[in-house]
């Protein structure tokens, strides 16, 4: 199993990316929406959180090594989530990752399916089987969507997983939903940075 991967990164194309590390050249795939952050990083020492699986028809003895990789444990935690929903496979859910992660989690808690069905490879079937199954189960990597009518919540893919962790805690403390998200909220538009969970949650009671 290879559960993360650090190297130059030496080309970035439309599906995957070629990461240098020693004496191989690996061949990651990678969902659309980080194509695009890290295209510009082209010559620089990148790292991934992978997902290892084996592509292809067992019966036919075809069988592919692949690696799709993420920038953060939260982006992969909700990619694995994502494929659970029967119809939705490996395959599928990277064509359809075209948004950040909670933007696409918002969509299936506010169960938009008309939104959902435009993510490529999905339509309107599968869009309602993705909220039948994970419209519970997406709150906190939804956490970091807008709301109606505000700005994006700027945060790196470390950061979102430290505040979607941070609002579990919340949860476990005795918070209510609401209650948790308004005080991350309050917490990411503040401009601090925090590099762990108890941080944040120190911050949250210091106010």
């Known amino acids: 199993m290879i559960s993360g991967i650090t190297g130059k990164l030496t080309a970035v194309f439309e599906e995957y ?12 795939m990678i969902p659309e929406y980080t194509r695009r952050k890290v295209q510009m990083q082209v010559g620089n020492e990148v790292s991934f959180f992978t997902i290892f699986y084996l592509d292809g028809n067992p019966a036919q003895g075809r069988l592919n090594p692949k ?9 992969r935690e909700f990619f694995e989530l994502f494929c659970s929903v029967d119809g939705v496979g490996s395959k599928k859910a990277l064509r359809a990752m075209v948004h950040p992660v909670e933007e696409v989690a918002h969509a299936i808690k506010e169960q938009d399916a008309k ?14 089987r993705i909220i039948a199954k994970l419209r519970r189960k997406v709150t906190k990597f939804a956490l970091l969507a807008p709301s109606d ?10 950061e979102a997983g430290i505040f979607a962790d941070a609002f579990q805690a919340l949860l476990a403390l005795g918070h209510s939903e609401t209650e948790a998200r308004k005080k991350i909220e309050k917490l990411t538009r503040s401009g601090q940075e925090f590099r762990t969970v108890q941080e ?7 106010r």
């Open 17 to 28: 990316i070629i990461l240098q590390a020693g004496f191989f050249d690996f061949e990651v």
């Open 67 to 75: 690696l799709i990789g993420f920038q953060s444990e939260f982006e």
């Open 115 to 128: 939104f959902l069905a435009t993510l490529p490879g999905v339509g309107p079937a599968t869009a309602e």
């Open 149 to 158: 009518g505000e700005t994006p919540i700027s945060a790196t893919p470390v």
């Open 200 to 206: 944040v949650i120190s911050a949250v009671y210091a």
